[in-house]
Antibody, heavy 122, light 107 residues
Framework: QVQLQESGPGLVKPSQTLSLTCTVSGGSISSGGYYWSWIRQHPGKGLEWIGYIYYSGSTYYNPSLKSRVTISVDTSKNQFSLKLSSVTAADTAVYYC??????????????WGQGTLVTVSS | SSELTQDPAVSVALGQTVRITCQGDSLRSYYASWYQQKPGQAPVLVIYGKNNRPSGIPDRFSGSSSGNTASLTITGAQAEDEADYYCNSRDSSGHVVFGGGTKLTVL
């Protein structure tokens, strides 16, 4: 059973960089075949895809966030990470890490972390 | 990137059938997946592909698609099905998109 766990500061000051790490257990990122995503949910709102990374380091980002987002992977630790720069209050959200399957027909998220609330405030 | 549109809210009487829809141009080329989210919890995958259910998902959940519209059908809705439901898909650029979500109320 694959499990994902987000970790990182729950409070970030405006203009600073939000940094989160997702630790994967029950499966190896380096085995390939899956695309590892970050997804966020503003309070009381819907889901927003931030981006994903393959074990090789290939990334895809949401165009609306691309200028501020970096997703990286550390296969030796079985972790992947999110950095979101120049944050504002609008970046306050629950951040989920997740495992996805990507094909010519779909992108399906089959495992989600529990989510972590990040508040942007001074 | 593409957009997916869902009705904000739908209600169904206990034991009846309800259909939740998701519309978007990307659905003409790619399958939708459906997620159930209860308050304070992470989303759970309930339907993906043509009409596939992950292990543990009751068979009252089913999926279908026609043109630019994907549908999630719950046949014989139960009280525990009350939740928010989200669709998602990919687009031709490899980007991922989620619908705005549908709040299902079971009366």
């Amino acid at each position: 059973q694959v499990q994902l766990q987000e970790s990182g500061p729950g409070l970030v000051k405006p203009s600073q960089t939000l940094s989160l790490t997702c630790t994967v257990s029950g499966g190896s990122i380096s085995s390939g075949g899956y695309y590892w995503s970050w997804i966020r949910q503003h309070p009381g709102k819907g889901l927003e895809w931030i981006g994903y990374i393959y074990y090789s380091g290939s990334t895809y980002y949401n165009p609306s966030l691309k200028s501020r987002v970096t997703i990286s992977v550390d296969t030796s630790k079985n972790q992947f990470s999110l950095k979101l720069s120049s944050v504002t209050a609008a970046d306050t959200a629950v951040y989920y890490c997740a495992r996805g399957s990507y094909s010519s027909s779909w992108y399906v998220v089959d495992y989600w972390g529990q989510g972590t609330l990040v508040t942007v405030s001074s | 990137s593409s957009e997916l549109t869902q009705d904000p809210a739908v209600s169904v009487a206990l034991g009846q059938t309800v259909r939740i829809t998701c519309q978007g141009d990307s659905l003409r080329s790619y399958y939708a997946s459906w997620y159930q989210q209860k308050p304070g919890q992470a989303p759970v995958l309930v339907i993906y592909g043509k009409n596939n259910r992950p292990s543990g998902i009751p068979d009252r959940f089913s999926g279908s698609s026609s043109g630019n519209t994907a549908s999630l059908t719950i046949t014989g809705a139960q009280a525990e099905d009350e939740a928010d439901y989200y669709c998602n898909s990919r687009d031709s650029s490899g980007h991922v998109v989620f619908g705005g979500g549908t709040k299902l109320t079971v009366l």
